[in-house]
């Protein structure tokens, strides 16, 4: 086991006894630039008026690049960030302020009266979020609490913002007279798509979101702080908003063990077996001392562990659990549950239970390649794939350059292989992906830590490939008793019919020798068979046909 210190002061609304509306804080979205004469006119009044409203309103600013390309320092610190914004609104003209995803005019309209009608209007959220830029002044981490503060369902976002609160520049930048710029946007974490929250949550619901951003183009890193807020998507709505502090809150619940994530374990899967790693965090205000950790796939046999230690508020363990097998098929379900924290009942119980999806692993055929966009570490980035016998048969990297690789896949039996990616530096890199076919993807993934594990399967050419053969059909799938087989032979040729798991063992063998051209029609007695998912191929001469066999 591991033991996981996340080093942020806490941040967590107040514990309620009894969950109502909030008070809202509205937010004030401004697209700007500093090449804009009358976004220099009018923003002065504008901040003024914001500044004397802290107590009920946020802003976060946008620079834009224009009238003048290019001369928004602002701007090039994140074109990104910036523009994904401008798309997200429409916006064809600055300046232009939306209060809570609303309202769409110049700054010069915004008016007590407008800032106080938004602010009386309830919030179904509570926001905090606490900020902790690290001592040697390098990276900003954030931690977010979003609560329910009474029923609420739509296509809700969680934006976390990084911005700079106040910039004075000695000479304006832009060739206007603005020299002061607040609350400007320097990233939004993790993109500017923000995270996507539960579709529907009850009063006590939460979410907490942690990030983390190696800060680049500061002015004065001091006037750092964040802004989270919460929108639908759909109607662009912005529920409710909040600003950052470095002072840690308390907890929403007392006892409180959540079962984070799970890794280690394959999403994509052949061999019927994995070993899982969960991590549990305390987000209550006790320590958690023990818990009892149960799990088992597509229901089957349940095993458990037991875990005891001390965990503070946020505090997270790793627990490396003992492998499990299965029948594999298409969609596996492995189910992890939290049960009887230090002892007793947990006063939030709606986070205990995790269920991590496990697909039936891919049959590559036809070229297959690994795919790499590196990061700007390259260095920290290996793979290498095992037969299912453990050996390593295939590895690649570390690299000396970032930017995209390919790397053509050069297994040649059938088996069930293990795809392994490493990140010394512990944070992933920016995209992978195991491509075969069709431009067909067995899985992919990005930002994944340490490592990352998946599993596909090597068969033979595909259907589309087969020219001795036609109209090919396979009857039923998934099969019970008795799989039927009938296709039309182009010409005289040699007939082989063969079934086996995806580790390559053949369960099932059937050569009827030359047969002439025609239609032809078989049946496998399937009735032996496990339930699970199996190859089956078909030898015609020199040509092979194979699809994916589900047994139910």
Not at 108 to 134: E, G, K, M
Not at 220 to 239: P, Y
Not at 341 to 362: C, F, K, Q, V
Not at 534 to 544: A, D, K, R
Request: with cysteine.
């Amino acid at each position: 086991m591991k033991k996981i210190t996340i080093l942020l002061c806490t941040i967590l609304l107040t514990g309620y006894f009894g969950i109502a509306q909030s008070q809202r804080m509205v937010l004030a979205e401004e697209l700007t630039s500093a090449t804009c004469p009358p976004c220099a006119s009018q923003n002065p009044d504008f901040n003024t008026l914001l500044q004397a409203n802290t107590d009920i309103i946020t802003s976060i600013k946008y620079q834009m690049n224009w009238p003048v390309a290019g001369g928004d320092p602002m701007y090039l610190h994140n074109p990104a960030d910036n523009n994904a914004r401008k798309s997200y609104y429409s916006v064809n003209s600055i300046p232009v302020v939306f209060l809570d995803g609303g309202f769409n005019n110049d700054p010069r309209f915004v008016y007590q009266s407008t800032i106080d009608a938004a602010a009386n209007i309830p919030s179904p959220f509570s926001i905090q979020i606490q900020h902790y830029v690290t001592p040697d002044e390098d990276s900003i981490y954030l931690t977010t609490l979003i609560e329910a503060t009474e029923d609420i369902s739509g296509n809700l976002v969680a934006h976390n913002v990084v911005i700079e609160n106040h910039i004075h520049f000695s000479f304006p930048p832009g060739g206007t007279s603005e020299k002061d710029f607040y609350n400007v946007m320097k990233k939004m974490l993790p993109t500017g798509n923000g995270t996507s929250m539960p579709s529907s949550m009850v009063a006590g619901d939460y979410v907490i979101y942690q990030y983390a951003w190696k800060l680049e183009n500061i002015y004065d890193i001091d006037e750092l702080s964040a802004v989270a807020f919460v929108q639908d998507n759909t109607s662009k709505d912005v529920h409710q908003a909040g600003n950052s502090s470095t002072e840690p809150l308390i907890p929403a619940y007392n006892l409180d063990a959540e079962v984070l994530m799970v890794t280690n374990a394959t999403s994509a899967n052949c061999s019927g077996s994995t070993t899982p790693f969960v991590t549990i965090r305390n987000n209550g205000g006790t320590d958690l001392t023990s818990i009892t950790i149960t799990y088992s796939i597509n229901g089957g046999e349940e095993q458990s562990y037991e875990w005891s230690g001390n965990l503070s508020f946020l505090e997270t363990e790793l627990i490396e659990l003992s492998e499990v097998t299965f029948d594999v098929a298409d969609i596996n379900v492995l189910t992890i549950t939290g049960i009887d924290p230090n002892g007793t009942d947990d006063d939030y119980a709606t986070n205990n239970i995790l269920d991590y999806e496990i697909t039936s692993a891919s049959i590559l055929t036809g070229t297959s390649i690994v795919f790499l966009t590196l990061d700007d570490n390259p260095e920290e980035t290996t793979w290498e794939i095992k037969n299912s016998s453990g050996e390593v048969v295939q590895s690649g990297g570390p690299y000396e350059t970032s930017g995209q690789k390919i790397e053509p896949i050069t297994v040649s039996e059938t088996d069930c292989y293990e795809f392994i990616i490493y990140d010394a530096g512990g944070n992933g890199t920016e995209y992978y992906a195991v491509v075969y076919g069709n431009s067909q993807i067995a899985f992919d993934g990005s930002n994944f830590g340490d490592l990352e594990r998946n599993e596909f399967a090597y068969g033979t050419v595909s259907i589309d490939q087969i020219k001795a053969i036609a109209d090919m059909n396979v009857y039923p799938n998934p099969a019970s008793e008795k799989l039927n087989l009938s296709f039309y032979m182009t010409e005289q040729n040699n007939v082989e019919v063969r079934m086996t798991d995806l580790v390559g063992k053949t369960l099932i063998s059937d050569n009827h020798g030359i047969l002439n051209a025609g239609p032809q029609q078989f049946s496998l007695n399937t009735s032996k068979l496990r339930a699970g998912i199996y190859l089956l191929t078909i030898n015609v001469g020199s040509e092979v046909y194979s699809q994916k066999i589900s047994i139910r």
